[in-house]
């Protein structure tokens, strides 16, 4: 069977772990796998941290959610992560230095998977930090040519997050219905 | 979430770093209800160590040494035995948990040394609930100055602001059921009769709905509050933080906003520059983010009826997406705003591609329009403009179920 994921990106701290928690039915805690002195009968392996959870379908069918690893860069692994996603969650953590950069960043970085699917943005830490505004990111995106759904997200709240994979699912298709 | 019965254990993390502690601590208060909460090492009850970690030996050797008699769990991808430890398997899951901290508990409770209660009163374990970070003591702050521009680079949390609790709540998201509940009915209409329905309309200037929008602009021109009066209870506008004040719940705004208002009322509008000497009898909790609030008025004011200013028979698009995690969302607003946003369509043909109700295209449509998200293409020309329509569905039925579950959970 394929394996069908969500991926959430964005910012160390934007909320990605939360958020898959928050809609994850097997909350998992991350494993690392480093040579250990207690294990070391054990083939030393490198596990790459990554947040992971799972929905659990009708049918028996499974929804994957991974989220990238905090390092800001772009690695090959993210590649192989996008192979059969079906659409990308970005998180932008609102009191960051530079929301905007940091949107532009994995807008790039993830342009050819977001070109074939699709990508919902959530805004975190609004509570926080007001500014920049839902529209000023609308005005932003509008000179990329895009017009993904924005909302502002606390990824500890499961509605919030709910509705972000709930409007990247209809911007797949409108059509779907329950 | 409400505190269990039991005091939680109180636990100290090692050998692990800032991350795998966040995600322990909220697998903690989340999957484990609270079974447990992650302390400082001086405040543990118990120690729980990776035992995967490269120098996880010197760490269970240092604990050992530095608290003797507190129990140690050891977690690892390996099958551990080491004497006087309790040991968990990786993944580490809610039943391993549980178990381990009930077998602690057993061996220890005779002893009292662990979970007592009144330890546990002088100091208090971390609430369960998700906390904003939010300082300790609130400034008494005059309400006005929670809209001073902030320091340019700077970012801080305003502890004003996390008062406000109305601009933070999540979306309402409505049922069929919720709807009819919720907007009433329009009794003199009936929207199975294509005839009606094109004659369905109402007019925003007559209504609360107009006022207000028109006061916003003004607002927003001035930047400045105004407060804006009427029959009805006072409405202060604040342009800067893009909120309202009023001292109404929503039913009471609903029953207003519902009112096409006669001479009368309209003639008793007034919008004033607000006066801020009293803005310490304004409660915190009746502050709301400025487009919540327009959306709901117009989707009370619309009962399902089209606004007036529109043409029913030209197509519409949107300009963004609307913020739906802070709006209350009608029956297929989602499946509505996505086709929309990438395609322009008359109010008629959303009915029939997206098989949605009139009434709730209607009601949509008026609450995207009240917010100006919402424009109606000339012709053909912003139809060019306007994006494709999106093809890329992968796999209906799996789409469907992943639907099925976020809305069924
Ligand atoms: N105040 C506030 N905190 C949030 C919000 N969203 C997430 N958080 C918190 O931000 C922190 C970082 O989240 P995390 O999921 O670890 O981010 P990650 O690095 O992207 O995985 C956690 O403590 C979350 O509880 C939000 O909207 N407001
Ligand atoms: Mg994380």
Redesign the interface.
């Known amino acids: 069977m394929s394996q069908?994921k969500i991926i959430f990106t964005g910012p160390v701290g934007a909320g990605k772990?939360?958020a898959i928690?928050s809609?994850s039915d097997?909350?998992?805690?991350?494993?690392?796998?480093?040579?250990?002195?207690?294990?070391k009968?054990?083939k030393s392996s490198t596990t790459v941290?990554m947040d992971y959870g799972v929905?659990?379908?009708?049918?028996g069918?499974k929804?994957h959610l991974y989220g990238t690893p905090?390092q800001e860069r772009f690695d090959f692994m993210w590649d192989i992560l996008t192979v059969g996603g079906?659409g990308l969650i970005l998180l932008l953590d609102n009191?960051r230095a530079d929301p905007f950069q940091d949107m532009k960043f994995f807008l790039d970085a993830f342009g050819k998977f977001i070109n074939?699917?699709?990508v919902a943005i959530g805004v975190t830490q609004m509570?926080?930090?007001?500014?920049p505004?839902?529209?000023d990111y609308?005005a932003q995106l509008q000179t990329y040519g895009l017009?993904?759904?924005?909302?502002?997200?606390?990824a500890?709240?499961?509605?919030?997050v709910?509705?972000?994979?709930?409007?990247l699912?209809?911007?797949?298709?409108?059509?779907?219905?329950? | 979430m409400k505190k269990g019965s039991h005091t939680p254990a109180r636990i100290a993390l090692y050998g692990m770093?800032d991350?795998?502690c966040?995600?322990?601590e909220?697998?903690l208060k989340?999957?484990c209800r609270g079974v447990a909460v992650v302390v400082r090492e001086t405040e543990a009850d118990i120690d729980v160590i990776?035992?995967?970690?490269?120098?996880?030996?010197?760490i269970?050797d240092a604990r050992k040494a530095a608290t003797p008699n507190r129990p140690i769990i050891?977690l690892?991808?390996?099958d551990?035995r080491?004497d006087n430890t309790f040991f968990i398997k990786?993944?580490?899951?809610v039943t391993q948990i549980v178990d381990v901290l009930g077998k602690i508990k057993a061996a220890t409770a005779p002893r009292k040394v662990f979970f007592n209660p009144v330890k546990a009163a002088e100091t208090p374990p971390a609430p369960v609930e998700?906390v904003?970070?939010a300082p300790p003591e609130p400034p008494r702050k005059m309400a006005m100055d929670v809209y001073a521009k902030?320091p340019a680079g700077v970012?801080h949390?305003d502890v004003s602001?996390?008062q406000k609790t109305a601009k933070?709540q999540?979306?309402v998201?409505l049922n069929e059921g919720g709807f009819t509940a919720f907007l009433g009915t329009v009794s003199d209409i009936d929207f199975e009769d294509s005839a009606q329905l094109l004659t369905a309309c109402y007019d925003p200037r007559q209504s609360f709905l107009g006022y207000v929008q028109s006061a916003y602009k003004t607002a927003n021109l001035q930047s400045r509050a105004l407060q804006l009066n009427s029959i009805w209870k006072p409405l202060i506008i604040f342009p800067e933080?893009?909120e309202i004040w009023l001292d109404a719940d929503d039913k009471q705004l609903r029953a207003f906003a519902g009112m096409t208002l006669g001479k009368n009322a309209t003639g008793s509008m007034v919008l004033v520059p607000f006066d801020n000497g009293k803005a310490a009898d304004r409660a915190m909790d009746k502050f709301q983010n400025m487009n919540t609030f327009i959306w709901k008025l117009a989707l009370w004011t619309s009962k399902g009826r089209f606004p007036i200013g529109l043409d029913i028979q030209r197509p519409v698009f949107l300009?963004?997406?609307p913020?739906?995690?802070?709006l209350v969302?009608t029956p297929d607003a989602?499946?509505?705003?996505?086709?929309l946003?990438?395609t322009p369509k008359t109010p008629l043909e959303v009915v029939s591609?997206?098989?949605v109700k009139p009434q709730y295209v209607f009601a949509f449509i008026s609450a995207c329009h009240a917010l100006g998200l919402l424009r109606q293409s000339e012709r053909q020309v912003d139809t060019v403009i306007a994006?494709e329509?999106?093809q890329?569905?992968?796999?209906?039925s799996?789409?469907?179920?992943?639907?099925?579950?976020?809305?069924g959970?």
Not at chain 1, 156 to 160: Q, Y
Not at chain 2, 50 to 58: E, L, Q, S
Not at chain 2, 334 to 339: I, K
Not at chain 2, 392 to 396: E, G, I, L, V
């Open positions: 069908y772990t939360t928690n809609i097997v909350p998992p805690v991350k494993t690392d796998a480093a040579a250990s002195d207690m294990t009968n054990r941290a929905m659990n379908l009708a049918g069918e929804i905090g079906i009191t074939d699917t699709s509570d926080l930090s007001g500014k505004t839902i529209d609308h017009k993904p759904p924005v909302f502002e997200v606390d500890r709240e499961k509605n919030d709910s509705l972000l994979v709930q409007a699912l209809y911007s797949l298709d409108p059509g779907l219905a329950e | 770093d991350r795998t966040k995600t322990m909220m697998y989340g999957p990776d035992a995967d970690h490269p120098r996880a030996k010197d269970l050891l690892s991808l390996q551990l080491i990786k993944p580490v899951n998700p904003k970070q902030k970012k949390v602001e996390q933070h999540s979306a998201q933080s893009q300009v963004t997406w913020n739906f995690t802070r969302i989602l499946r509505m705003a996505a086709l946003v990438s591609l997206l098989r994006a329509p999106p890329k569905s992968t796999n209906k799996l789409l469907r179920k992943i639907l099925g579950k976020l809305l959970a």
